[in-house]
């Protein structure tokens, strides 16, 4: 998808250079990737995410997978493009119009969100502020370095109110898990420490699993 954006800018360079000079062909050009910048920004995608049984509970968009299960409780919310001025309405407005009675925990997945702005960090305090009046958990999944550091400092642990718990590199699946835990247990239970020991248990297994399949395969092939 990036490199068609950027083939369209550059053949629109090139047939606008020919046509009518260098000087207006880098113009339009840069127009044209300006434009397309602000479009993404305005019209940004969300999905929800259900588990594929198929794919070992890989969280999938539910439209695009229809065997994808949403996990009673929950809604994971995966956000597609930057969190800036231009978008931060729309997405408030997805995210609320998936919102239900029955929902308890939200995973917001934060994979494509390439960085998050001033006024995007504003929106999303006041939806944390909200969950946290109404009893909601929310984790943030698959952010990366910059936005995962920015979250820490105005939202999590470096902010004097930490409205948003923040594990390192925790993946959508993951996050599902941690917050199914926390759901099935009362909440004086719950600690972030032992949030963080339960996922170091989560990724071993998973990395068991993982040396486990690698082995059957190889063993297959011999």
């Known amino acids: 998808e990036g490199l068609g954006k950027d083939f369209t800018v550059w053949s629109v360079g090139f047939v606008c250079t020919i046509l009518f000079g260098a000087l207006y062909g880098i113009g339009i ?12 920004a305005t019209a940004p995608r969300a999905a929800t995410l259900g588990s594929v049984k198929e794919l070992g509970g890989q969280m999938k968009d539910v439209q695009a997978f229809p065997t994808a299960e949403k996990i009673p409780g ?46 995007a960090m504003s929106v999303l305090k006041d939806i944390l502020v ?4 109404e009893g909601i958990h929310c984790l943030v999944a698959e952010a990366n370095p910059c936005v995962e550091f920015l979250l820490t400092e105005k939202l999590g642990s470096g902010s004097d109110k930490p409205l948003l718990e923040i594990f390192e590199g925790i993946s959508t699946l993951e996050a599902t898990v941690v917050l199914q835990k926390r759901l099935s247990e009362p909440k004086w239970v719950t600690t972030h420490s032992q949030d963080e020991k339960f996922l170091s ?18 063993a297959i092939h011999e």
């Open 201 to 218: 248990s989560v990724r071993e297994q998973e990395q068991n699993l993982l040396h486990q399949h690698i082995e059957n395969t190889y």
């Open 74 to 119: 929950m809604l994971v919310f995966e956000f597609r493009g930057p969190l800036c001025f231009c978008s931060a309405e729309g997405f408030h407005d997805e995210l609320s119009s998936r919102l239900s009675k029955d929902i308890k925990a939200v995973v917001l997945s934060f994979g494509s969100v390439e960085y998050v702005d001033f006024s």
């Open 130 to 133: 909200k969950f946290k009046a």
């Open 29 to 40: 050009a840069v127009l044209v990737g300006v434009g397309q910048v602000v479009a993404e």
